[in-house]
């Protein structure tokens, strides 16, 4: 147990549906990262968030939207899905930001859309 | 633009040493990371190069080269565990890590 827990593990859901993944962090850390990784591919930074705000973005579609609440749990949103989205979404958390200390990744929710 | 290249697989026999290169061209740079992951598992963090020059935890080892823009991840006496995929990864700015496509590692007995 990584300390990251991630739910649900599994979802199958159909196209043009909304879901919502839950994230809560390794407790002290206030860094939440989303990413994205497709069948045999690499990870896709999604969005990060520190402390309750969002710190960065990378290729997240407007489809797709996340926050991170005060007891620092973070929800990533999708909706409107297509098939595409299918995937391994990993949340992962961090201490801090501005040095690389090491995330500890959650055991990712898998999504399926049919 | 930004790009992370890794040999897609590598294979090996027990006890052999195995190099695992990336070459890395971002805007920005904060550090190299290597991450391991097991088939259907979460990725979990190996090592971390900030500066020039060779890192050791146990039988891993990285090495980062700022100047060529190139790091390795090497593995020394392997195991059967130790199949799996690799992925470096650097941080492009304090907010941000950015990872490779992943080398797939297999160890043969």
């Known amino acids: 147990d990584s300390g990251v827990t991630q739910t649900p593990k599994h979802l199958i859901t159909a196209t043009g549906q909304r879901v919502t993944l839950r994230c809560s962090p390794r407790?002290?850390?206030?860094?939440v990262y989303w990413y994205q990784q497709s069948l045999d591919q690499g990870l896709q930074f999604l969005i990060h968030?520190?402390?309750?705000?969002?710190?960065a973005k990378g290729n997240i579609l407007e489809r797709f939207s996340a926050q991170q609440f005060p007891d620092l749990h973070s929800e990533l949103n999708l909706s409107s899905l297509e098939l595409g989205d299918s995937a391994l979404y990993f949340c992962?958390?961090?201490?801090?930001?501005?040095?690389?200390?090491?995330?500890?990744f959650g055991s990712g929710t898998r999504l399926t859309v049919v | 633009g930004q790009s992370l290249e890794q040999p897609s697989e590598v294979t090996a026999v027990e006890g052999a040493i195995v190099q695992i290169n990336c070459t890395y061209q971002?805007?920005?740079?904060?550090?190299l990371s290597w991450y391991q992951q097991h088939d259907g598992g979460a990725p979990t963090f190996l090592s971390y190069?900030?500066?020039?020059g060779l890192e050791e935890t146990g039988r891993f080892s990285s090495f980062l080269s700022r100047s060529d823009s190139y790091g390795y991840l090497l593995l020394q006496e392997l195991q059967m565990k130790d199949s799996a995929s690799y992925f470096c990864?650097?941080?492009?700015?304090?907010?941000?890590?950015?990872f490779g496509t992943g080398t797939r590692l297999q160890v043969f007995p």
């Open positions: 992962a958390s961090s201490l801090r930001v501005g040095r690389d200390y090491g995330y500890t």
């Open positions: 407790s002290g850390d206030l860094s």
């Open positions: 968030y520190y402390n309750g705000e969002e710190r």
């Open positions: 971002t805007s920005g740079f904060y550090g």
């Open positions: 190069n900030a500066l020039d």
């Open positions: 990864a650097v941080g492009q700015n304090t907010d941000k890590l950015i």
